[in-house]
């Protein structure tokens, strides 16, 4: 089943990049929700999906965005919300990023170990690629391998081509002891990489207590005296190359052991539980996203089949489309809307004899035209991206590019056409990306990829 938290659990702490202080509540949430954050500081309390489509840059972590609305350095709480088995939790947050705590995932794992789960009354729905993912980043050496298990395990291998660190490797299954071994392992951090941040001071919320800091190269006395000077209570003796934080490690595999930290929040990206052998070297935040957009496009495109209940009332009803699209008979091609989510929508259409086209496509073989059939499909969409615009009937989507369709069977009057939209990337800059599925029955008739953009009509 589905699993909450039992309660709220509060976190107060420092932002990494900006220093601010920031305030984080995770509060249980309903059955099918997934993991949402909701910037309070903000006007409006705009909420952002914890999902891959929605990662706007991952440069030195993970941030993702909707709109004007940004959440930074997500990946720590969501690697402890998936390995600790939460489903679904409304995050609220007064700041642009969470907060850094000590480097790790210790104090969240905690707590909310302490608080407990809910059990919901809705079953999981596990995710099984249908294939074997494999992409690699050939400029770093960085890949990632999926294959299809009935089991979740990663098996991670880092190499920074140093003596101090050398080569690391760990696994993680559903034994491993993810609060007491893997939670409390540090970010770390080269010296000659971050020392140029430190004396800009664009990374106002990390110091040595947050991370491992490592001097892989003799320190030079500059370097020295700049520590001393920012860390006096910290430095008080010699500064040496290696690991240069006065506690030393937590553990000797503490930085791979944070690796998978890493990749277990990027990859949670997902959106549900993963059932995958997952096997990765040289992993970063980049290459992670990137595979969780993959299984996310996979997942998608491997969705059951919609189904049309005629008993069943209606999302929106033929007046509520009148209201979101500008078009209107003979070319309003949806009838209603049944399913609709914050990523996807499904309409459903009607053929008759007496649609107009009939007449002349063919007088005596009645086929819907494919171009029509795109038409509908676009309709469909259209709707789910112009339900969170203001003044939707001010707008038109236009087709920008159409690929990747594929026509499977005829449409003749009498069929139902059950249309299936989904967003593979979220609305930005006004373009948007859509992948579409048509069924009669249990048959898909067509599928096709779309991009399109939403233009304000003119006065």
Known sequence: MQFTLAGAVTFSGKGLHTGASVRMEIHPASEDSGIIFRRIDLPGEP????????????????????????????????????????????????GPEVPIMDGSAGEFAEKIFKTGLKEQLIPRKPYTPGKIIHYKDDKSGAEIKITPSKEFSIDLEIDFNSDIIGKQRVHFDKSSDFLNDIAHCRTFVFLEDVMPLLKSNLIKGGDIDNAIVIADKEIQDEEKIFLKRAYPQIFTGDIKRGYINASGLRCEDECVKHKLLDIIGDLSLAGVPVNAKIEAKKSGHSINTIVAKIMRNDLMESGAIPQYDPNKEPVVDINGIKKLLPHRPPFLMVDRISEMSENSVVGIKTIGINEGYFIGHFPDEPVMPGVLILETMAQVGGILVLKGVDEPEKYSTYFAKIDKVKFKKKVVPGDVLVIKMVLTQPLRRSIVCMRGEVYVGNTMVCEGEMVAQVIKNKE
Not at 56 to 75: H, L, P, Q, V, W
């Open 47 to 94: 909420e952002i999906p914890a999902l891959a489509e929605y990662v706007s840059t991952t440069k030195r972590g993970t941030t993702i965005a909707k709109g004007e609305a940004s959440i930074s350095t997500i990946e720590h709480i969501m690697a402890t919300l998936f390995a600790l088995g939460i489903d679904n939790a409304l995050i609220t947050i007064d």
